[in-house]
């Protein structure tokens, strides 16, 4: 793997910032090492030339990537150490994201001394956060509160293995050109009717800013009179919302801090947390997706693609 290191002197709210930033140790007793912008020039990525590393705009904030990484898991025990494929599903997720190209950096954040090793052993930067953490946000805060050089965190999910690092890039670039947001996610369009019925299937309605207003399990909005051709209108009628997240530090750290709402606990739903309580969600399209692995057909439809590319 060639590696390119590039530093860049940006401005960001003010002040003059060139990477690398960080360094040693925080208060969580991990220890951070010095962080780069950096352009990894990855096996697979063979239509990226020299000309196109130069072509990338600086980051205009300091973005970095934290990985909630919990080795329980109801429907798929210890998922994130399966290594069917050749390697932990963690390592996946952890080197897909690590192509991203705004970000100074990547963590996982775990639970277990177990994923700490499995995470080391492959060279990746694995710290140790509170078993009893609620939930892979407050994990994500957890990293935060000892980062305050880092404008933006990115919350990936650990057992996301096939997410597209242009994804984290476009949330990143969001927060970068919407100052109002707090928050970036994406979504989706859907084209099928059982996707918008399936309660698993968390949908989501934007607003002329492009700000969500509303997530939910049930099909918003309702069409009244339904008509197939809603499911083909462009823009698209129907989103549905992907669980990937770029929080500004100060907005992350106040969410940490907020009791759950009723609609989020009726729904099961923490993004409307964050609506509750004020904070403005900018929601970006992407045309596609990959979904995570959450049961042992997941996994094996996985292990299927890794082996022989996706279904044409």
Known sequence: MAVLAVNYVTEARGASKTAPFLGNDCSCGQHFPALNIRVDLLQGKENRTMDDVRSIP??????????????????????????????????????????????????????????????????????????????????????????????????VQGDEPEIDPSAIDQVIHILEHDQVADIATLATPIRHEPDLRNPNCVKVVRDHRNHAIYFSRSPIPFPRDWDDTCLHADPASFLRHLGLYAYRRAALLRFATLAPSASERLENLEQLRALHYGLQIAVGIVEHYCSGIDTRDDYDAFLARQKYGPPT
């Open 58 to 155: 600086p980051p205009i904030f300091r973005s970095y990537v934290v990985i909630p990484a919990r080795l329980a898991s109801t429907r798929l025990p210890r998922k994130l150490l399966l290594d069917e494929s050749g390697k932990p599903l963690i390592q996946h997720t952890y080197e897909a994201a690590q192509q991203a190209v705004r970000p100074l950096g990547i963590c996982a954040a775990t639970d277990h001394s177990d994923l700490v090793k499995a995470i080391t052993a492959f060279g990746g930067n694995a710290v140790s956060t509170d078993p009893q953490a609620r939930c892979g946000t407050d994990r994500v805060a957890e990293i935060a509160r000892s980062m305050s050089d880092v404008d933006i965190f990115v919350n």
